[in-house]
C-alpha cells in the first residue's frame, strides 16, 4: 500500500473514532432500518403486481372459456340481452373471434380508448393459438406514432369454428403498483 492510501485511510478512521459511540450506532440503525424497508417496499410491490396479473388472469380465462363454446354470430347479442354472463372482466377489455387464418370475423371492445388501441391480432391463427396452451400472455400494443405502448394479457382459446382471444390494457394495474411504490418511497 502507498503512503498515500494509508494516509487516507487513518484520516477517515480518525474521523469516524471522533464521532460518538452513541451517533455511529444511531447512523449504523438508521442506515440497516432503511436498507430493510427498501427491501420490503420491493418484496410488496413485487407481490402485489404478482397479485393483479393473476386476477387479470383468472378473469380473461374465465371469459374466455365461457366464450369459445358460444356461436360468435349470436354473441353480441345475447350479452345485450344479458342471456350471456362474463365473468368479471374490468371496464376495458377486447374480445375478438378468429377464423382458423387469424382473422378477425367479429370483435367487441369495451374501451375509453379508441378501436386502433387494441391489440393487432391479424396473423394469429390456429397453430399460434393452440401454442400458447390456453396461458395467459402479454403483448404491448402501439398506441400512438410516438411509438408509446400498452401493455395488454391476452388469452387465446380454440373454438369449434377458429378461436376466441380475450385480452385487457394493464396500464390500470401498472397504474396501481406503481402508485403504492411511489407512497412507499415517500413514506421510507
Known sequence: MSAEVEKEQAVKSSVWRRISLRTRLTAISVAVIGVLIAISLAGTTAFLRTYLQQNTDNSISAAAIVLANEDPTTVEERLANHELILPN??????????DPQGRIYIGFVASTSTRENVPNLSQFNS?????????????????????????????????????VVVGVPLKQDEAIADQYQAIGFAFS
Do not use: H
Open 89 to 98: 372482466l374490468p371496464n376495458e377489455y377486447y374480445i375478438a373471434f378468429l
Open 127 to 163: 397453430i399460434q393459438v393452440l401454442e400458447t396452451k390456453g396461458i395467459p400472455f402479454t403483448a404491448p400494443v402501439k398506441v400512438n406514432k410516438k411509438s408509446e405502448t400498452v401493455n395488454w394479457r391476452l388469452v387465446a382459446l380454440p373454438g369449434p369454428t377458429g378461436s
